[in-house]
């Protein structure tokens, strides 16, 4: 499985839109057994549905995102979690050790990132 976490400055960036570096970590049994980072397309955001599918993304971890993205994502089969913060390597630890509820924004439940 292959995810991405969209980035600002080594942390996830508050708004997928304004990230400055997507983290691509491949998943096999539990753990990274690749990782890389790409900058955004110079299309913009609402081209980064199909440029991640492209690259075999499953899931985005990420902030915020405006319902256009995040409606070209659900339309090419990629999974969504919003409303994550903190810094990426700790993102990735909870998500491997299926804690993520954790790292959700203030005001934000855990349920909407299911």
Do not use: H
């Not at 955004?40 to 405006?66: E, F, H, N, Q, R």
């Amino acid at each position: 499985m292959d995810i991405c976490i969209a980035g600002y400055q080594n942390r996830v960036a508050t708004l997928l839109e304004t990230a400055t570096e997507l983290r691509l970590y491949t998943l096999e049994d539990g753990r990274v057994v690749r990782s890389g980072m790409t900058a955004l397309p110079s299309a913009g955001a609402a081209s980064l549905p199909a440029y991640l599918k492209t690259m075999g993304v499953d899931i985005v971890i990420c902030g915020g995102l405006s319902t256009a993205v995040r409606n070209g994502f659900e339309a090419l089969g990629i999974r969504i979690i919003p409303w994550v913060k903190g810094p990426i390597e700790a993102v990735l630890a909870a998500y491997l050790e299926d804690r993520l509820d954790q790292m959700i924004m203030p005001g934000r439940s855990a349920r909407t990132t299911r």
